[in-house]
């Protein structure tokens, strides 16, 4: 199967598209740990806030106002590829900032409801939230790999050379110690930090997570969607054990119209809830309780939920979709109601 030229995924061609923008705002917002630039385009107007207190403070006081301010658009923050080699996140939000710049994705498509509604948002992207991850594998299409090195790529190889595997082989230790791996898996930056795991480490080992956190602050995001994929994808991880119920139900909410707009255009979509059974804090449950911005994490899928000879399409049809529900849901009603 062949890789469309419009499914993008390696960093210097992400650059190129960046570079080529007209509309959206590009900037640096951070530096990974091997020293890779962290890039963001922006979408509609940035309002200044004058914040009079942190979330907790803010919240203790019956005064939301002096953290949130008042605003007249919904903030929407996506990050994709935060473990380098879930690649599939990259490619469809390059045909999403496709889609906002030119009115047509990649493939010439046009989603008018997703535009319609993007234009009531502003819209933070990271495409590549881990590019330490992202530049150390070196093929790029998961669609092509066999089963030895999806492994490989995605959750590295031990001394010997054997998969470490998902749970608990790629997650202890932590950071991975430098020289423990043959090949350190693009879950990792250069200085062995889970991104995922590592807003409570310190800042100079894992610069990706509190870069995001910092602009997720900075944005006073109403939404932070983290798109990750894997083989069981496409589905939600819903339900965090440390947010509050009514984000819970808004995540749920969010789920079922995606589930019900993807059967809709007879793509896979499961019918069941994923809920999320973490015993700790991660990424998007500590972007809630310094921002309180809804948390989303998307598992897209690898291609094996797929058939038939255009895959790629479907891969990025699904993530579109996920774009125009949560658009629409968010400009229409807001993210946290």
């Known amino acids: 199967m062949t890789t469309p030229q419009t499914y993008l995924t390696r960093i210097d061609q992400i650059e190129a598209q ?7 705002q590009v900037r640096t917002f951070g530096a990974s740990a091997g020293g890779r630039p962290l890039r963001v385009v ?5 309002e200044e806030i004058e914040r009079r207190a942190n979330l907790s403070a803010a919240l203790s006081a019956r005064d939301p106002e002096a953290f949130f301010g008042t605003r007249d658009q919904q903030v929407l923050l996506i990050s994709a590829a935060i473990h ?4 599939e996140s990259i490619a469809a939000l390059m045909h999403f900032v496709s889609l906002l710049e030119t009115g047509r994705d990649l493939d010439a498509v046009e989603w008018p409801q997703l535009y319609e509604s993007a234009q009531k948002l502003r819209i933070v992207i990271a495409p590549i939230a881990n590019p ?3 530049a150390r594998v070196d093929s790029d299409d998961p669609l092509h790999w066999s089963e030895e090195q999806m492994e490989k790529y995605r959750h590295g190889l031990d001394a010997a050379g054997q998969a470490n595997g998902w749970m608990p082989g790629c997650f202890t230790p932590h950071p991975r110690p430098a020289g423990r791996d043959s090949f350190l898996g693009s879950y990792f930056n250069d200085a062995g930090v889970n991104p995922s795991h590592g807003i409570f480490l310190d800042r100079q080992i894992a610069p990706e997570a509190h870069a995001l956190a910092d602009l997720a602050e900075a944005e006073t995001a109403d939404c932070f969607l983290d798109l990750h994929s894997c083989s069981a994808g496409p589905f939600f991880i819903s339900e965090n054990r440390y947010i509050p119920p009514e984000m819970a139900a808004r995540q749920a909410h969010f789920d079922g119209a995606w589930r019900a707009a993807m059967r809709q255009r007879h793509l896979p979509a499961p019918t069941w809830t ?24 998307f598992e897209g899928g690898s291609g094996e939920r797929y058939s038939g000879p255009d895959i790629h399409r479907q891969i990025v049809e699904t993530y579109m979709t996920l774009f125009t529900m949560i658009c629409q849901i968010g400009a229409e009603e807001g993210f946290k109601k």
């Open 18 to 24: 960046l570079s080529a923008l007209e509309i959206g």
């Open 42 to 46: 922006c979408y509609g107007n940035f």
């Open 84 to 87: 380098g080699a879930e690649m």
């Open 132 to 134: 330490d991850g992202r």
């Open 274 to 297: 994923t809920r999320s059974g973490r015993q700790a804090m991660g990424l998007e449950e500590y972007i809630y309780h310094r921002t309180g911005a809804l948390p989303l994490l």
